[in-house]
């Protein structure tokens, strides 16, 4: 199986940049799509960001689009988010996803990994 652990989260000043890392141990990460929720509190779960397998597929959300940037390193196990022009709504725990199927993340919730999160704040 596989586990996910998330890194790069704080607190930075809206309009700033923060890039979140996901890290993978298990076998045949590079066959897993891969992606980003966040969630504040009060709120519900929310997609973020996606990533195919090949790298050549990209799903985001319309709040992040043009400001969040998803990738990935097959050769390092590792999946990232650049966020850019940070608002304080972008504030919440964001998690990284795997899933084999791309189409899920913007369908469902249920992933087949998940991270436990890393929290950005944004201040105002």
């Known amino acids: 199986q596989v586990q996910l652990v998330e890194s790069g989260g704080g607190l930075v000043q809206a309009g700033g940049s923060l890039r979140l890392s996901c890290a993978a141990s298990?076998?045949?990460?590079?066959?897993?799509?891969m992606g980003w929720f966040r969630q504040a509190p009060g709120k519900e779960r929310e997609f973020v960001a996606a990533?195919?397998?090949?790298?050549?597929?990209?799903y985001y959300a319309g709040s992040v689009k043009g400001r969040f940037t998803i990738s990935r390193d097959n050769a390092k196990n590792t999946v990232y988010l650049q966020m850019n022009s940070l608002k304080p709504e972008d504030t919440a725990v964001y998690y990284c996803?795997?899933?084999?199927?791309?189409?899920?993340?913007?369908?469902?919730?249920?992933?087949?990994?998940w991270g436990k999160g890393t929290l950005v704040t944004v201040s105002s």
């Open positions: 996803a795997a899933h084999q199927s791309i189409a899920e993340f913007t369908t469902s919730e249920d992933m087949d990994y």
């Open positions: 298990g076998r045949t990460f590079s066959s897993y799509a």
């Open positions: 990533l195919s397998w090949t790298g050549r597929s990209t």
